[in-house]
Every structure is written in C-alpha cells, then in structure tokens.
Nanobody, 120 residues
Framework: QVQLAESGGGLVQAGGSLRLSCAAS??????MGWFRQAPGKERVFVAR???????????DYADSVKGRFTISRDSAKNTMYLQMNSLKPEDTAAYYC????????????WGQGTQVTVSS
C-alpha cells in the first residue's frame, strides 16, 4: 500500500526555521503538496510541486507563505521537503503531505500530519 510519512515538525521561536519531509514508501508521484490545518480551521493549501521524469519541476505557493517557504523534492528518494523560514505564530498548524497521480488530479494520498508550533 502507498504510505506517506511526514517528519520534521516541532516547536520553534518566531523567526526561526524548520524543514519538513514527506517520504512515499512504495510509489513515486508527479504531484505532491503540503497542506495545513490550524485548530478550529479548515485544511488549506500551502505549496505544491510537480515534476517530470526529466527532472523539470514547477512549484507554487499560497500567498501567506510566499517568500518564506520553499518546496523541493528528491525524486530518487521519493521525498518532498518544505523549508520554512521566518516562521510566524500564524504558521502554527498540523502540516500534511499529500500526493496525486498527475497534475490536475485530486490529492488521493495523505500522510498522518506533523505538528508545527511557532511561539511568540
């Protein structure tokens, strides 16, 4: 079965950095993304990355994280990363890794989530 596993969450001071990782256990996906859900709020899009077998990739971000977060991937390891810099208390949320079989397809595969807490 396909398994997605997030790691790298934790507690950090405002202005600090964290790097999240998401590893796919038995499949590679052309589209992967990050979502987050704060207490009492809906799960929202954070960033996504799409790549081809030729290692050409594209990325985009929610406006709330542009200029602070960077998404990347290591296709050989079937792993996606989210580098989070200049963290703010508003970034506090459970962060979820998701994957789809192609661009424009739904995110049908999800990880269990990793908690990010940013203190002021």
């Amino acid at each position: 079965q396909v398994q997605l596993a997030e790691s790298g969450g934790g507690l950090v001071q405002a202005g600090g950095s964290l790097r999240l990782s998401c590893a796919a256990s038995d499949r590679t996906f052309p589209l992967m993304g990050w979502f987050r859900q704060a207490p009492g709020k809906e799960r929202v899009f954070v960033a996504r990355i799409f790549w081809s077998s030729g290692n050409i990739y594209y990325a985009d971000y929610a406006d709330s994280v542009k200029g602070r977060f960077t998404i990347s991937r290591d296709s050989a390891k079937n792993t996606m990363y989210l580098q989070m810099n200049s963290l703010k208390p508003e970034d506090t949320a459970a962060y979820y890794c998701a994957a789809a079989r192609g661009l424009g397809q739904p995110y049908d595969y999800w990880g269990q989530g990793t908690q990010v807490t940013v203190s002021s």
